[in-house]
């Protein structure tokens, strides 16, 4: 009887694992394809999408973070983006294009690329639940 009992509490637990897994793919699949702020909005709120990706701030969990984020929740016009890993930080480097292209004097206000860069370095910590930090962003204006 007691052998009985531990077999059917194993398989109940094999089950509820299952099931975890299966609602985090799902969830991972969701962020992958739509981005973070869909996905709390379907889920319920940004907290419980993490809760139920799980993620550790480990560089993997980071790469994963920042470029779902600037691939769907940055809604920006850019260029092109380049991320990569440097040391124990992510660099970002984002291109926009020139306010005017046409004209090759054109004069840039860095005011707009410093904007740009506080607004997504803002965005990759809130919607990273905060954490992404020390990642070196780079936004600079160029003729697309």
Request: aromatic content about 4%.
């Amino acid at each position: 009887m007691k052998h009985k009992k531990c077999g059917l509490m194993k398989e109940r637990i094999r089950h509820i694992l299952k099931e975890e897994t299966k609602e985090k793919r799902i969830v991972r699949r969701m962020v992958e394809n739509e981005g973070f702020k869909f996905a709390s909005r379907v889920i319920g709120s940004l907290e419980k999408v993490h809760e139920i990706l799980d993620l550790k701030g480990t560089e993997e969990d980071m790469m994963f973070i920042v470029n779902t984020i600037l691939k769907h929740d940055l809604n920006e016009e850019t260029c092109s983006i380049k991320v990569s890993k440097h040391f124990h930080s992510i660099q970002i480097l984002v291109n926009i294009p020139l306010p005017n292209p046409n004209n090759p004097n054109a004069w840039i206000n860095t005011r707009t690329e410093i904007d740009l860069e506080i607004k997504i370095s803002d965005m990759i910590y809130k919607l990273g639940n905060g954490l992404v930090r020390g990642h070196d962003i780079n936004v600079s204006a160029i003729r697309c």
